[in-house]
């Protein structure tokens, strides 16, 4: 294929070579992907700037991952309230379907690689995406939208509010300390404060008329929390699934360890339900 020939020497392009030949650029060519994530030469790595062996031992797990997502290093106190978060979310059980599954995953002999894979796969809109979906709730609030007026919307839906109430916990023991956190540092001045602000609105105003409170679960928490440190709402879930891949991971090796081979979902004694069509049989000569 040929095209427009391009001016010798633009640093962009073609250069010409001895004999007339055209050359790609060696820019042109690694400028196919480029990145401000990291740079690597021979015996170089150097991430968002630093090099590596000036951050080996120096800084935490979690002010690594926002270098790498932010560019900086955050601040001390914006560096814990980001690894509580993380911490805090990191298992659920077998009962999550993200667990289950990559432990059934490992019972089959797939590897850890692709067991920790099969539960990460699993966190979608339904099952992990409700901290995404906190955080848009709570900008709406941030927004000047009234609590009580997102509550009634919800109800008229007959739809939850993502990130308050629990299945299995009557109050989620993780929602105290992670806002114990925040609102320290808030009145640090590292935090604005407006996601903790929208989150307890919707809390009191899911509260109203009724017997029991619907308290905030993790999702809650720790969307108020990636909210107040300025990750956009697709990060946020970005980083419960980073967080949640600890504990898929933990379980998957278990289950390797364990030795089960091909441990289904329910006990052996036990068979699926069935509903269809009742037992019958072909009326055709064989």
Not at 63 to 78: D, K
Not at 85 to 94: E, F, I, N
Not at 150 to 173: K, L, M, N, Q, T
Not at 256 to 274: D, H, S
Request: charged share 25%; proline share 7%.
């Amino acid at each position: 294929m040929t095209g427009a020939p391009v001016p010798a020497g633009d640093g962009q392009g073609l250069d010409t070579a001895d004999g007339g030949e055209k050359l790609i650029a060696e820019r042109t060519v690694t400028d196919w992907w480029s990145t401000a994530v990291s740079e690597i030469h021979p015996g170089e790595i150097r991430l968002r700037g630093y090099p590596v062996e000036e951050l080996i031992g120096r800084v935490t797990f979690a002010e690594q991952i926002w270098l790498m997502l932010r560019g900086e290093l955050p601040t001390p106190r914006q560096g814990r309230l980001l690894e509580a978060a993380l911490v805090a979310a990191v298992d659920h059980g077998p009962q999550a379907p993200s667990i289950a599954a990559a432990r059934m995953a490992a019972t089959c002999g797939v590897g850890l690689n692709s067991a920790v894979a099969t539960g990460a796969g699993l966190l979608g809109d339904v099952h992990g995406g409700a901290g995404q979906q906190c955080m848009e709730v709570l900008q709406r609030v941030a927004d000047g939208e009234p609590a009580s007026d997102i509550v009634a919307e919800y109800r008229r839906r007959r739809a939850y509010i993502p990130g308050f109430g629990h299945r299995f916990h009557p109050r989620d023991p993780r929602r105290d300390p992670l806002l114990a956190l925040v609102r320290e540092t808030v009145e640090a001045g590292e935090v604005p404060g407006r996601a903790l602000a929208a989150g307890l609105a919707l809390e009191a105003a899911l509260a109203e008329g009724r017997d029991r409170p619907v308290p905030m679960n993790i999702d809650g928490a720790t969307a108020i929390i990636y909210a107040e440190l300025g990750f956009p709402a697709q990060l946020g879930r970005g980083l419960f699934v980073l967080s949640r891949s600890v504990g898929i991971l933990a379980h998957a090796w278990e289950e390797t360890e364990n030795g089960t081979r091909i441990k289904g979902p329910l006990p052996r004694p036990l068979l699926a339900g069935y509903h269809g069509t009742p037992e019958r049989h072909l009326d055709r000569d064989a």
